[in-house]
């Protein structure tokens, strides 16, 4: 048997391996530690014992993962939701309690099991569908606000469940009186901390970061963490209840990004160690003989439970369309299922075969969630007829705004920079379409006037609707890197010579946008450093006129399209503006001069022109070099003055 040291060498060598291959596979690491944990474990290699020890251990896991949770929790959201999260989020909840109760009762399950099993089965899976949600853009849509509120009420119900399957274990006769005492309990205990807690909180916390000690501060979260876990299990209840009332206490102070920052180590290497422990718990001998029954149990959570939210959602006054695609999104088993599984567990309320058919669904079903996402459109498409009508309306609607211009450009996404960006191209008389999926603020900015409409910018028929074969350009103003990428495929395929300038939350997503097709993209840290510069720079004295020309100079060396631009019909044709570095995209057809022949061979220098950048159907952000090999359909973006880029063009074109 190894010893401690290697134990711990093995697991986490085993989780690193394991882990970094389901984040490339863009699979969520839970699963990895699960696998890792069946691998290791006593029912498999058996490398690993079962042990008490590092069952405690990893209950510091649930821990961390409470408080993170009374983190983020917030009075004012649950106010402005309260309708989807106590209406849409109690129906999903105790739909699904109710119905493994009934049947449970069928096939002789104890009334507690039961209840503990439903409660398990009803959670889903808050970090992969509210990153799924962010990276499709889908936050802000109705079925996406609808998932995130049911995603919020099983955060909170966790809680109550905590209290109440421990006191399923005692004998019936006096569990309405043990139910009685935690309720107790938890109100008294709830009381004193919400009502007296925050003021003190704030009081100490002010304190400790008065030291400036970055020590102090993470040792004081780590004792106000543990201190009320303890707490919590000195009057009766759950580790976990005590560390939900001390993200409760500091979520409504300032302090709180910082202490969220400092927890997540903790939070994310306890968190897996927890489990790699559940996985532990997983019999792969007892699972391939309930195949059957695990693969069945699988179907029915998929179906039931995407039935229940779509009755509840429809009952609350959602279209057909919606309710599914919420159903569809919620259907899946949840991260928070394996918390109330290991106390299931340690009171023997259920029995281990059935135990280990539903950890096994779970984790089955949490592989499949992202698949049944991604397939969710053309499943209510298929199955709900009014969606059809539903998406005509919004996609003649965009073709409406779009109908009388061109030479416009699209916005994708009406945020807060993709506004900014339309007032400028207002005060210079340019149009423009935006799309974006809020509702709420395609509403507002509507009715002020705004040319927005509310559309997916990155399907096909809505960048047709918004006049993608007559625009100038497209912008993308949003930073989710995915969904951008999604965006850029979509519309060079439609439009391979298309400008498309996108923005970049980090510098680091800048190559795979690049590759992606973008003419330019534009990072915000280094916009942000820029102006930072420039006013330090004022402030010190450095006269203005240099500042200036130092950023237009720095842009100029960052930015290949801030050295031309693209010519418009309201350009000067003579005069200074005719000798100004502009930018001109010239698509070769197949019986080009230059299709064939590389970009050193047409001597486009000789013209005193440059090529910006070279666009392809198959190979986005292609490098432009003097071996790159012209293609029939390729898209040559020439940079230079007009009568040198009209030579250049008749090179390219017919070879003089």
């Given at each position: 048997?190894?010893?401690?040291?290697?134990?711990?060498?093995?697991?986490?060598?085993?989780a690193?391996?394991?882990?970094?291959?389901?984040?490339?596979?863009?699979?969520?690491?839970?699963?990895?530690?699960?696998?890792?944990?069946?691998?290791?474990?006593?029912?498999?290699?058996?490398?690993?014992?079962?042990?008490?020890?590092?069952?405690?251990?990893?209950?510091?896991?649930v821990?961390?993962l409470?408080?993170?949770?009374?983190?983020?929790?917030?009075?004012?959201?649950?106010?402005?939701?309260k309708?989807?999260?106590f209406?849409?989020?109690?129906?999903?909840?105790?739909?699904?309690?109710?119905?493994?109760?009934?049947?449970?009762?069928?096939?002789?399950?104890?009334?507690?099991?039961?209840?503990?099993?439903?409660?398990?089965?009803?959670?889903?899976?808050?970090?992969?569908?509210?990153?799924?949600?962010?990276?499709?853009?889908?936050?802000?849509?109705?079925?996406?606000?609808?998932?995130?509120?049911?995603?919020?009420?099983?955060?909170?119900?966790?809680?109550?469940?905590?209290?109440?399957?421990?006191a399923?274990?005692?004998?019936?006769?006096?569990?309405?009186?043990?139910?009685?005492?935690?309720?107790?309990?938890?109100?008294?205990?709830?009381?004193?901390?919400?009502?007296?807690?925050?003021?003190?909180?704030?009081?100490?916390?002010?304190?400790?970061?008065?030291?400036?000690?970055?020590?102090?501060?993470?040792?004081?979260?780590?004792?106000?963490?543990?201190?009320?876990?303890?707490?919590?299990?000195?009057?009766?209840?759950?580790?976990?209840l005590?560390?939900?009332?001390?993200?409760?206490?500091?979520?409504?102070?300032?302090?709180r990004?910082?202490?969220?920052?400092?927890?997540?180590?903790?939070?994310?290497?306890?968190?897996?160690?927890?489990?790699?422990?559940?996985?532990?718990?997983?019999?792969?001998?007892?699972?391939?003989?309930?195949?059957?029954?695990?693969?069945?149990?699988?179907?029915?959570?998929?179906?039931?439970?995407?039935?229940?939210?779509?009755a509840?959602?429809?009952?609350?006054?959602?279209?057909?369309?919606?309710a599914?695609?919420?159903?569809?999104?919620?259907?899946?088993?949840?991260?928070?299922?394996?918390?109330?599984?290991?106390?299931?567990?340690?009171?023997?309320?259920?029995?281990?075969?059935?135990?280990?058919?539903?950890?096994?669904?779970?984790?089955?079903?949490?592989?499949?969630a992202?698949?049944?996402?991604?397939?969710?459109?053309?499943?209510?498409l298929r199955?709900?007829?009014?969606?059809?009508?539903?998406?005509?309306?919004?996609?003649t609607?965009?073709?409406?705004?779009?109908?009388?211009?061109?030479?416009?450009?699209?916005?994708?996404?009406?945020?807060?920079?993709?506004?900014?960006?339309?007032?400028?191209?207002?005060?210079?008389?340019?149009?423009?379409?935006?799309?974006?999926?809020?509702?709420?603020?395609?509403?507002?900015?509507?009715?002020?006037g705004?040319?927005?409409?509310?559309?997916?910018?990155?399907?096909?028929?809505?960048?047709?609707?918004?006049?993608?074969?007559?625009?100038?350009?497209?912008?993308?103003?949003?930073?989710?890197v995915?969904?951008?990428?999604?965006?850029?495929?979509?519309?060079?395929?439609?439009?391979?010579?298309?400008?498309?300038?996108?923005?970049?939350?980090?510098?680091?997503?800048?190559?795979?946008?690049?590759?992606?097709?973008a003419?330019?993209?534009?990072?915000?840290?280094?916009?942000?450093?820029?102006?930072?510069?420039?006013?330090?720079?004022?402030?010190?004295g450095?006269?203005?006129?240099?500042?200036?020309?130092?950023?237009?100079?720095?842009?100029?060396?960052?930015?290949?399209?801030?050295?031309?631009?693209?010519?418009?019909?309201?350009?000067?044709?003579?005069?200074?503006?005719?000798?100004?570095?502009?930018?001109?995209?010239?698509?070769?057809?197949?019986?080009?001069?230059?299709?064939?022949?590389?970009?050193?061979?047409?001597?486009?220098?000789?013209?005193?022109?440059?090529?910006?950048?070279?666009?392809?159907?198959?190979?986005?952000?292609?490098?432009?070099?003097?071996?790159?090999?012209?293609?029939?359909g390729?898209?040559?973006?020439?940079?230079?003055?007009?009568?040198?880029?009209?030579?250049?063009?008749?090179?390219?074109?017919?070879?003089?």
């Open positions: 048997m190894p010893n401690t040291l290697e134990l711990v060498l093995l697991l986490l060598a085993a690193v391996v394991t882990v970094a291959i389901f984040r490339s596979l863009n699979l969520p690491p839970v699963l990895g530690y699960l696998l890792v944990g069946a691998a290791v474990g006593p029912h498999a290699l058996k490398l690993v014992p079962a042990s008490d020890g590092a069952s405690h251990l990893a209950e510091f896991g821990v961390f409470m408080f993170s949770i009374g983190l983020e929790f917030s009075l004012p959201r649950l106010l402005a939701m309708r989807t999260v209406g849409l989020g109690s129906a999903q909840v105790l739909g699904c309690i109710a119905l493994v109760m009934s049947v449970g009762h069928l096939f002789g399950l104890g009334w507690g099991a039961s209840l503990a099993l439903g409660g398990t089965l009803a959670m889903s899976s808050t970090a992969i569908l509210s990153k799924l949600l962010s990276d499709r853009m889908e936050l802000d849509s109705k079925h996406g606000r609808e998932t995130m509120g049911v995603l919020l009420f099983q955060d909170i119900a966790v809680v109550p469940l905590l209290i109440l399957i421990p399923l274990s005692q004998p019936a006769e006096a569990l309405a009186e043990t139910l009685g005492i935690a309720a107790l309990k938890a109100v008294v205990l709830l009381t004193l901390v919400l009502g007296f807690g925050q003021r003190l909180m704030r009081a100490w916390f002010t304190i400790v970061a008065r030291r400036r000690s970055g020590e102090l501060f993470m040792l004081n979260v780590l004792l106000i963490t543990l201190g009320l876990a303890w707490l919590s299990q000195l009057v009766g209840l759950s580790l976990a005590g560390a939900f009332l001390a993200g409760m206490l500091i979520s409504e102070t300032e302090f990004y910082q202490v969220e920052e400092d927890i997540k180590p903790f939070r994310d290497v306890l968190l897996g160690l927890f489990f790699v422990t559940v996985g532990m718990f997983l019999d792969v001998h007892v699972i391939a003989s309930h195949l059957f029954a695990v693969l069945g149990m699988v179907a029915a959570l998929l179906v039931v439970k995407c039935a229940i939210v779509f509840a959602s429809r009952a609350f006054g959602s279209s057909a369309g919606t599914l695609r919420t159903g569809l999104w919620l259907c899946a088993g949840g991260e928070f299922g394996f918390v109330l599984v290991s106390q299931i567990d340690g009171l023997g309320l259920v029995a281990p075969e059935l135990l280990q058919t539903t950890v096994a669904a779970l984790v089955v079903s949490m592989l499949l992202p698949l049944v996402v991604q397939a969710s459109d053309r499943i209510v199955f709900v007829a009014s969606e059809w009508l539903l998406r005509s309306m919004e996609l609607r965009v073709a409406a705004q779009s109908m009388n211009t061109s030479k416009h450009i699209i916005v994708c996404g009406y945020g807060r920079s993709g506004q900014y960006m339309a007032r400028f191209l207002e005060q210079e008389d340019v149009s423009y379409v935006a799309l974006d999926l809020d509702p709420e603020r395609v509403r507002e900015a509507a009715a002020a705004d040319t927005v409409v509310y559309g997916d910018a990155s399907r096909h028929e809505t960048l047709m609707a918004a006049g993608i074969m007559r625009a100038s350009a497209l912008v993308i103003s949003f930073g989710e995915e969904a951008a990428l999604r965006v850029l495929h979509r519309a060079l395929a439609l439009r391979p010579d298309l400008p498309v300038v996108t923005r970049a939350s980090d510098e680091k997503d800048m190559d795979r946008l690049s590759q992606g097709g003419a330019e993209v534009v990072p915000e840290a280094f916009e942000g450093s820029i102006m930072l510069a420039s006013h330090a720079l004022a402030l010190v450095v006269p203005l006129n240099r500042v200036v020309r130092r950023i237009r100079d720095v842009r100029n060396q960052r930015y290949a399209l801030m050295r031309g631009f693209f010519h418009g019909t309201s350009d000067a044709a003579d005069g200074p503006e005719s000798r100004q570095v502009r930018l001109h995209p010239v698509t070769l057809p197949a019986g080009a001069h230059a299709v064939g022949r590389t970009l050193g061979a047409m001597s486009l220098d000789e013209f005193g022109v440059t090529v910006s950048a070279v666009r392809r159907r198959n190979i986005r952000g292609l490098a432009p070099s003097a071996e790159t090999l012209m293609q029939a390729d898209v040559v973006v020439l940079m230079g003055v007009p009568a040198d880029l009209e030579q250049a063009e008749g090179r390219l074109l017919r070879g003089r």
